[in-house]
């Protein structure tokens, strides 16, 4: 009999997002700080990648993240976050899921901490049980108001904001943001991601804008907005997203129409909840997501050397 491999990983979901923490048999990704250890990833183990989050083991709604020693010794961890067609630069909904998993594990108690991601250093606050408070990387508006012309859907107005990672936030945008409509918002936000391709309208440097997010009115109304996120891979974001939610904090702060004394509660498509913040320092805008994150499995995942679809099922 073949030896399989085996992965630990350790389940849960935030605001019904899922994250898949590695805490074992993970590839050996050398020295560096996170951005490099990302693309050494990358470049040399990207069938773990796969492996892991897509089928027929996980879905396309799986993101991953692999738990690696951090750089700075004050950080409890780093950890890279990745998906079904790559890598991410932050995760919000998924630091809420590490750092539940961390104390999970008993690596944690209740109190702040900090954690390395590959675009810099987050902090968190963990109460001990689910709940986490997510302080996030300098969030900014790159461009306002940005027209982009969609074929059979017209043309939209939007905002380019950096999160954690590149998002383009629709306001205008005539669509109702109810789960029976999943399937046509997919459709309108990924031909808004392949007309902002398209036409050359990136984020800062050239970075591919590769969230799209539609904001509406919350069918809550102790809430503020409702979202509806694409992530790169084509999924939708069952939570309300932390970097999404951060770059829309940083518009707001940007127009004027949000303080450091304000609260903003982001509603998901599917109801879920992100309560959200912020604290300025030199005009840095410094979001906090507030969410909650549950443990819903543990497991070794194998993967046996005479498996063709060992590597994963890629789209």
């Not at 991601?193 to 969230?211: P, T, Y």
């Not at 979202?227 to 084509?234: D, E, I, R, S």
């Not at 320092?281 to 497991?299: L, N």
Request: hydrophobic share 40%; with cysteine.
């Amino acid at each position: 009999m073949p030896l399989c491999k085996r992965i630990q990983i350790i389940d849960s979901h935030t605001g019904g997002e899922p994250t898949r923490v590695v805490v074992d048999g993970g590839p050996d990704l050398g020295d560096g700080d996170l951005a490099v250890r990302r693309e050494r990833f990358a470049k040399q183990h990207d069938s773990f990648r796969s492996s892991v989050v897509n089928e027929p083991r996980g879905s396309d709604i799986m993101v991953g993240a692999i738990l690696v020693p951090p750089t700075d010794p004050q950080c409890v961890s780093g950890v890279i976050f990745f998906n079904n067609v790559g890598y991410l630069g932050m995760c919000g909904h998924g630091t809420i899921g590490v750092a539940v998993t961390l104390g999970h594990l008993g690596r944690i108690s209740a109190g702040r901490h900090r954690l390395e991601t590959p675009v810099g250093i987050v902090t968190f606050i963990y109460d001990g049980a689910n709940s986490v408070t997510v302080e996030n990387v300098p969030s900014y508006r790159f461009a306002k108001d940005v027209a982009v012309d969609v074929a059979g859907y017209g043309l939209f107005s939007g905002d380019i904001a950096w999160g954690g990672n590149w998002f383009y936030l629709v306001h205008d945008h005539r669509e109702t943001l109810v789960m029976r409509n999943v399937e046509r918002l997919t459709d309108v936000c990924w031909k808004i991601r392949q007309a902002l391709a398209a036409q050359r309208i990136m984020g800062k440097d050239g970075a591919e804008i590769d969230h799209i997010e539609l904001f509406g009115s919350p069918l809550d109304p102790v809430n503020q907005s409702r979202n509806f996120v694409l992530c790169p891979g084509k999924a939708y974001d069952r939570s309300p997203c932390g970097t999404g939610t951060s770059a829309k904090l940083a518009c707001l702060y940007a127009d004027g129409k949000f303080g450091t004394n304000d609260l903003w509660r982001q509603e998901s498509i599917l109801g879920s909840v992100f309560e959200g913040s912020i604290h300025v320092v030199d005009e840095f805008v410094y979001p906090r997501i507030r969410g909650t994150a549950f443990v819903i499995a543990e497991a070794a995942l194998l993967i046996d050397p005479e498996d063709s679809l060992g590597g994963g099922i890629r789209g």
